[in-house]
């Protein structure tokens, strides 16, 4: 296997090391589980800051919030810099954010660590994608991204479990401070083992508004839209559908089984991405659609459910990696900036999801958790359609 030296100079491999892949998935890993890890102990951080629910409640909507509003303007500003530089200048922002969490008493405080989380999410989604990319041919990018991006699925379906365990039982402190440190030690392997990669400057031929008027890129971000409607609108509210179908098993279950089927979707998906892109998420949208009807159709029958959640789980794994492998393959330069849009409106779409399934709860109760799903499905039809007849866009380049 000999290495492919790029216009920069970067040497491309066409083989994937899974050491570097690895460690850039726990980059991925950290990201999620920062956004996230509030969710997990919400009463014990209203009882420890004095605070309400709502206010723990919005120190995760704050961190969505800044990471939507802020990815396009920071990746552009952040453009030209090394992207090794970057990346440990942004787990450097991890561990400071998360560690001043676990140590102060200031709500304040900790409100402005949750946005500079935020804006180090921002930049690290797409930045971290066309890391990757660059080090591999294109025939290897997607499972490289796949690889780098699985660090998502686990963080959400293995480490959020866990960091809630640490979090009820040695304290959520603890939990936060042990999180800074491991996004310290990671930066430590990153700064010695991961390889340089130089930035790009922003040109008017490269910029977000130039990426916005490629077609190809349009119909990447609405498929993006809709299946991220689809999943996180039911994905929000799971803890309602499981009581509304009275899931033999309960919520923990539930989870469970949904993790295993997206840990299996990301292991599957890292040795057909490149060459089946289009199969993939065709394939993925149609699991999601198919576990929606079979809530509908077989509610709580045990058996039907529990094979809805594996199903559902399928479809949810590859859900970043599809998309952003999608947009990055629209381009040639400026990966980056593309996967900085794509991100933007991925984290707009969730908060839109979550937004319209609560107008459901609230203005159609006779319909309750299966609101919901009816709209998921709404979702995922046009959704499977226009990925069918995407040929130009998702087909093999």
Known sequence: MLPIHSAKGVVKKDHISWFIFGLMA??????????????GILPQMIQGLGIEETQVGFLVGIYALASAIFAIPLISMTLAINRKTLLLVLLAG????????????SYYLIVAMRILGGFCAGIMWPMIAAYGAALVTEDLQGRAITII?????????????FMTYIGTHLGWRTEFILLGALGAVIALLAAK?????????LTQSNS???????????????????????HYSTYTYITLLVETLRFQGGISLALLIFGIGSVISVILSARIIDAHLQGLIVAMLVAGAVAMMLFVVFGGANGWSHMAFLLWGLAFGPLVTMWQTAVSKQVTEAKAVATSVQSSVFNFSIMIATWVAGL??????????????YLSILCFIPAILLSLFANRTLGAK
Request: charged residues 5%.
């Open 26 to 39: 726990s980059v991925t890993f950290i990201g999620i589980l920062s956004e996230l890890v509030p969710s």
């Open 94 to 105: 991890f561990a400071l954010s998360n560690i001043v969490v676990g140590l102060t008493s």
């Open 149 to 161: 991006m699985a660090g998502n699925t686990f963080g959400v379906s293995l480490g959020l479990p």
């Open 193 to 201: 083992f991961l390889p340089a990669v130089p930035g790009e400057k």
């Open 208 to 230: 977000p508004m130039v990426m916005l008027k490629i077609p190809q890129v349009w119909r990447v971000l609405v498929l993006t839209f809709l299946s991220v409607v689809a």
């Open 360 to 373: 459901i709860l609230v203005y159609l109760p006779q319909f309750g958790a299966m609101g919901i799903v």
